[in-house]
């Protein structure tokens, strides 16, 4: 029998947002391998009972829930039945499963700005970072970047389009340089594959009593219900663009963004000599999750075999901006830089949340982030705190303008 190229750490991971979609695909994955990880600590939000059932299956260190009330909750589910797992509640506690869990491996895959702090802290701490939560990064971009080098911690993206883009690109240039710059690579543009979404064929009327249940109905994908809204309205793959612009320091002229409804090619690099890299697979996140929890390995990660013969066609074509204000919008955003972003993100957020708790129309989530981006006044981002005051600030103005004509 030949011995093992290389030898197998054992992984400990905490995995951020545990109950959520990304959570539960991870620990399926974690749950194969056990030879290869162990879990250090789970945090959720709301979602204590689904919590419980995993601290009794993985039995981490440490389990985080949102309040005192859901975390007095969970102590009763465990009570006589694990032992030994410190449950935490609120947003330091989250940093407290990064910093405290002893874990060496962070999924960080909280929705949305909540993320921000604790997947910083691991960045600063060296930690591998799994980084599902775009949003952490298109707030703090250039921040993060920099803890990123500064805490020596390896970057791995799990966004699909993102975690296609690190695979197409030479291996020798690891997660370690992961934000240099690209020239030397010869690498001329990153093409980022998008489904369009559930409404990519539906006129503008149509789209005025689209429910919230509609816009969640991911053709290709199964996600939870924020980014299946960003989905639908094109947002993601804005915010997609400022992630990979900070993600692998191409400026954003270099980066496009191609309609591709089969969701097979999850994105492509163009190289200088006329070659095109891609990378395939089926829509299943937990190809990219193995990917990064096993990296430079590579693992079973559950997923079928993909038929290529079996697929009629694969079509490419450009995003029409005019049905897709919100893509326009995160363009702009990112090019006006500093806390424009953040200002952006803060206001998606405020807009989908209110689309799906059934307060605005599905074509107002546009006019939401247009109408905060125009009122509050971009800054340069140069600490995580103006960023949280711009955050904030931004968050204010959008519910404002939720309720203006
Ligand atoms: P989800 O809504 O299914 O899960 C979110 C998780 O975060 C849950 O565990 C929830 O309890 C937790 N959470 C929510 N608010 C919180 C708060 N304020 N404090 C602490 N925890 C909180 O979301 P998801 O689809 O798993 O997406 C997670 C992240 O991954 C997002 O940033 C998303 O953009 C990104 N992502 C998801 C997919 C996907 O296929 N689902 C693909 C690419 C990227
Ligand atoms: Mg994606």
């Known amino acids: ?26 620990l399926d994955v974690i749950r194969a391998h056990p030879d290869r990880f162990e879990v250090a600590a789970l945090t959720a939000g709301k979602q204590v009972e689904r919590l419980a059932e995993q601290c009794l299956e993985f039995k981490p260190r440490i389990a985080v829930v949102a309040d005192a009330e859901g975390a007095a909750h969970l102590q009763q589910l465990l009570a006589g039945k694990v032992n030994g797992i410190a449950v935490l509640h609120g947003p330091d506690a989250l940093v407290s499963a990064v910093l405290e869990s002893d874990c060496d491996t962070v999924m960080a895959a909280i929705v949305g700005a909540a993320g921000l702090i604790p997947t910083l802290a691991a960045a600063k701490a060296g930690k591998r970072i799994l980084l599902a939560n775009k949003e952490a990064l298109v707030m703090s971009g250039d921040l993060f970047m920099e803890a990123v080098k500064a805490g020596g911690a390896e970057l791995l993206p799990i966004d699909s389009e993102h975690n296609a883009i690190f695979q197409c690109l030479p291996d020798r240039f690891g997660s370690g340089s992961i934000g240099s710059s690209r020239d030397h690579l010869g690498v001329e543009e990153l093409w980022l594959t998008a489904s369009g979404g559930p ?25 939870g219900r924020k980014i299946s809204v960003d989905s639908a309205t094109m947002m993601n793959k804005g915010l997609e663009v400022i992630e990979a612009h900070w993600l692998f320091g191409l400026p954003l002229t270099q980066i496009r963004v191609l309609i591709h409804p089969q969701s097979v090619v999850h994105s492509m690099v163009r190289y200088r000599d006329g070659s095109v ?69 803060a206001a998606n957020e405020i807009a989908v949340a209110a689309f799906l708790d059934q307060r605005i129309p599905y074509l ?42």
Not at 199 to 223: G, Y
Not at 368 to 397: C, F, G, W, Y
Request: glycine share 4%; charged share 20%; aromatic share 4%.
């Open 199 to 223: 409404f990519r064929d539906k006129s503008l009327d149509e789209l005025k009593t689209i429910t919230p249940d509609q816009a969640c109905a991911h053709p290709n994908w199964v996600m």
């Open 277 to 345: 890299i891609a990378q395939l697979g089926q829509p299943d996140m937990r190809t990219p999750i193995a990917y990064g929890l096993a990296w430079p390995d590579r693992i079973d990660a559950g997923v079928p075999a993909l038929n290529l013969s079996q697929l009629a066609a694969l079509n490419f074509s450009e995003p029409d901006f005019n049905r897709f204000p919100c893509l326009a919008l995160a363009f702009e955003a990112a090019k006006v830089g500093g806390t424009a972003p953040t200002i952006l993100n």
């Open 364 to 405: 107002r989530i546009a006019h939401v982030v247009r109408d905060t981006l125009a009122k509050v006044s971009a800054t340069p981002a140069s600490s995580i705190e103006i960023v949280l005051v711009a955050d904030a600030q931004a968050r204010r103005i959008a519910q404002e303008c939720l309720s203006s004509p």
């Open 1 to 26: 029998m030949n011995p093992p190229l290389t030898q197998v750490i054992r992984r400990r991971v905490a995995v951020l947002g545990s109950t959520g979609s990304i959570g539960v695909n991870t």
